[in-house]
């Protein structure tokens, strides 16, 4: 995913534990990582909130959808860097 992530101009950290590994896109406070559920593999994201009192949102996609899946989260980067710096990425522009 971060290789999808990379062509799509969004950097991201690589993160390993205890067999999970994550996708991290700080600048925006969004996480993916990869799970297994009863109907398959699914790529899983979650964006926190701006602030404290704002919940975590949680939105996943089937493993085989790579290409959606980054497009997806691709949008969520977009509107998440304007809501906190008031601005396009540069990499956008």
């Known amino acids: ?23 991290g896109i700080w600048s925006v406070g969004l996480t993916v990582w990869c799970e297994c559920v009863a109907e398959g593999w699914r790529f899983r994201w979650c964006v926190n909130g701006l602030d404290e ?12 959808a790579v ?19 008031g601005d396009v990425p540069t990499e956008f522009q």
């Open 1 to 23: 995913m971060a290789d999808h992530l990379r062509h799509l101009g969004i950097e991201s950290r690589i993160s390993a534990c205890e067999g999970i590994a994550l996708v």
């Open 53 to 64: 009192r704002s919940r975590w949102r949680y939105t996943s996609c089937p493993a085989t």
């Open 67 to 85: 290409e959606t899946a980054a497009l997806r989260i691709e949008r969520l980067y977009r509107s998440q860097y304007l809501a906190i710096h």
